[in-house]
């Protein structure tokens, strides 16, 4: 029969290098981008007053008819040769909504290298690297915005995200550990703060987060099967085993949870319990 130290580290490995550790915070790129079209006064770049009065006609377009609104931004953009860096990100913002990614890239990097201190176009530059997954591009933008004054949870959970994704796992729990002050109930930053907790080998602060993942949604299976490996990397099996058949009792637990909670019986000699899972 295997020892048990083998199956331990095997389980960890299933549970915490696939989804079950830190899945990809889902956000709605489009709508923070479009929701970025009012400006900050006295915190960014002024249009000329002709740009201003464009913008005021497609401002409510950009959500609703985006591609029209592009097309009149794009006429006012062959009449001059540079516009100011504030018509440049809703330029960039009509682009990114349309998915033309590499043009709105290229409208936020001129905003921000001739107005260093806009802090929205750091963010929505930071939102196209992280949607586009260039976690390493992204890292520095977020940073920026949150240099410049952004507080925003959203921003530093994807701080933290992209860090992690880049290793820097010490920078990615601060993140994480910000972004949870101001949204304490959201998930995608309790995962990834699991996830460096386990790597890290904290597992009490790992076991009280998934807890908290339990109650919040008892139905996903997999934060019980992220518990029980908790619980089986310090030795407690038994513990395991409960926590593996409360799940099986309540109905969530998945074809994973049954195989380990099988594993399990088996090496405690429950071979009638075994047999049945």
Do not use: H
Not at 157 to 162: A, E, I, V
Request: aromatic fraction near 10%.
């Amino acid at each position: 029969m295997r020892s048990t130290k083998p199956l331990v580290f095997v389980l960890l490995v299933a549970a915490f290098a696939g989804p079950a550790a830190a899945s990809e915070p889902k956000i709605d790129a489009k709508r923070i981008i479009n929701e970025s079209s009012s400006f900050l006064k006295e915190r960014e770049p002024e249009m000329t007053e002709e740009e201003y009065a464009l913008y005021q006609k497609v401002v409510t377009m950009l959500s609703s008819n985006s591609e029209f609104a592009l097309k009149l931004l794009e006429a006012m953009m062959s009449d001059k040769e540079q516009p100011s860096p504030a018509f440049e990100f809703i330029l960039g913002n009509a682009y990114y909504t349309v998915g033309m990614t590499a043009k709105a890239e290229a409208r936020y990097l001129s905003a921000v290298r001739r107005y260093p201190s806009f802090l929205r176009a750091w963010s929505n530059l930071g939102i196209l690297y992280y949607a586009t997954e260039r976690y390493a591009d992204a890292v520095p933008c977020f940073s920026k915005a949150v240099v410049l004054g952004d507080r925003d949870s959203t921003t530093f959970g994807l701080l933290g995200y992209s860090l992690q994704k880049q290793g820097n796992l010490i920078s990615a729990e601060m993140a994480y550990m910000q972004a949870l002050s101001g949204d304490p109930s959201n998930v995608d930053w309790k995962e990834g703060l699991v996830s460096i907790c386990i790597d890290g080998k904290q597992f009490t602060r790992a076991e009280s987060l998934v807890k908290d993942l339990i109650r919040e949604r008892p139905a996903d299976s997999r934060y019980w099967f992220t518990y029980a490996n908790i619980l089986l990397s310090e030795n407690r099996k038994l513990e395991a085993t409960v926590v593996l058949e409360t799940a099986v009792g309540t109905g969530v637990a998945s074809v994973q949870e049954l195989e380990m909670l099988g594993d399990l019986f088996a090496r405690q000699a429950m071979v009638a319990e075994a047999a049945e899972i």
